[in-house]
């Protein structure tokens, strides 16, 4: 299995504890003013920005744990993708992929049922771009799947 990411920059462990830290922190900022709101008769509309500190403490913890980033895991038989920061990584397995096309600075990956996936590549990337592609090309030729490199609208 290949790991690439799909960050424009791999965050260090300095950087991570960092998050950890200060995720912690706004939790506890959020979770001392919560009380004083509630001592408080005049709480008015500072929930909002209460539960928003809540919430950014607890990505802030997630993103530092390493859950957050973005990559492309190619294996013998199969594809994960994680796109996204928040949510999750998706299976593809070999036997229901129709077609892979290799765009410029993305992959579409067309699967039998009509569904495409594309995985965009961050623009800075150049040398990862290029190891993605040739790593997609052989996943490709390897499980006997059309793979297709293509120009931008053609």
Known sequence: MKRYSLENRE??????????????ACIITAGWWAVYMIK???????WIAT????????????????YASKYL????????????????EQLIRNSDIERID???????VTLRNGKTFNVSFP???NETIDRVKD?????????KILTEEKREGK
């Open 73 to 88: 895991i190619i294996g013998k038989e199969t594809l994960k993708i994680k796109k996204a920061a928040i949510g999750r």
């Open 51 to 66: 539960l928003f500190m809540f919430f950014f403490g607890a990505f802030q913890i997630y993103s530092g744990l390493g």
């Open 11 to 24: 965050s260090n462990k300095l950087v991570r504890i960092l998050q950890i830290l200060f995720g912690i």
């Open 135 to 143: 790593a997609i090309e052989e996943f490709g030729r390897d499980n």
């Open 102 to 108: 290799i765009l410029p600075l993305s992959i579409s």
């Open 40 to 46: 408080s008769l005049e709480s008015g509309n500072y």
């Open 123 to 125: 623009v800075t990337l």
